[in-house]
């Protein structure tokens, strides 16, 4: 069955350091995400992307984020100044679309910002 | 203001028992309710979801608008139902996040 691969699997950065998250969507589908969940806490949308533009973003998803798929396959978070609050677990999911609402979570990225 | 409430953080039943997770949602408009779980260092995965009304690994979920509730139940739970569950809501469009709830763990105990 097809699934959603996320790499790496932990990051460790310096604060003020750019990270670059990355996944890679089941092949058929059209809608991307990307969700968080600092530790002890609940898992938070960040952001989705269709038809290469953001549909939706949260207020956590500030100038210090962006989204992109650069070559029509990988689908990326960056972050370009790490902060100590953004260690978290962020999770990619991805959703066919159409009558599908189903969204398919990736393994998810450990980053850890110290 | 959008919310799911799991008012559980914990849940412990012994195996054969009967199993319910509560979640109450706020949403203005209708939206789609959901149940993912997680099980032990595996990603998240959908377990059901309120419109196909299916029953899956023998839990169920209903929905009530009225008192906004959509807990998760099973009759006889079984050890390797133990895991974190997550209920969740979405809008009804496909580009929909979804809002979760800070879920429940589940221990079955032998």
């Known amino acids: 069955e097809p699934e959603v691969t996320q790499t790496p699997s932990h990051q460790v950065t310096q604060m003020g350091q750019e990270v670059i998250l990355r996944c890679v969507p089941i092949s058929n589908h059209l809608y991307f995400y990307w969700y968080r969940q600092i530790l002890g806490q609940k898992v938070e949308f960040l952001v989705s992307f269709y038809n290469n533009e953001i549909s939706e973003k949260s207020e956590i998803f500030d100038d210090q984020f962006s989204v992109e798929r650069p070559d029509g396959s990988n689908f990326t978070l960056k972050i370009r100044s790490t902060k100590l609050e953004d260690s978290a677990m962020y999770f990619c999911?991805?959703?066919?679309?159409?009558?599908?609402?189903?969204?398919?979570f990736g393994p998810g990225t450990r980053l850890t910002v110290t | 203001a959008q919310r799911v409430t799991q008012p559980e953080k914990l849940l412990s039943v012994f195996k054969g028992a009967p199993v319910e997770l509560k979640c109450n949602y706020s949403?203005?408009?209708?939206?789609?309710l959901f149940w993912y779980v997680q099980y032990s260092r595996q990603r998240l995965q959908l377990l059901l979801r309120h419109i196909s009304r299916e029953s899956i690994k023998g839990f169920t979920a209903d929905l009530n608008k009225g008192e906004t509730s959509f807990h998760l139940k099973k009759p006889f739970a079984q050890e390797e139902d133990s895991a974190m569950y997550y209920c969740a809501l979405s809008g009804s469009s496909s580009a929909s996040k979804i809002i979760f709830g800070s879920g429940t763990r589940l221990s079955i105990r032998p």
């Open positions: 999911a991805t959703s066919e679309g159409g009558y599908s609402y189903e969204q398919y």
């Open positions: 949403y203005s408009g209708s939206p789609e």
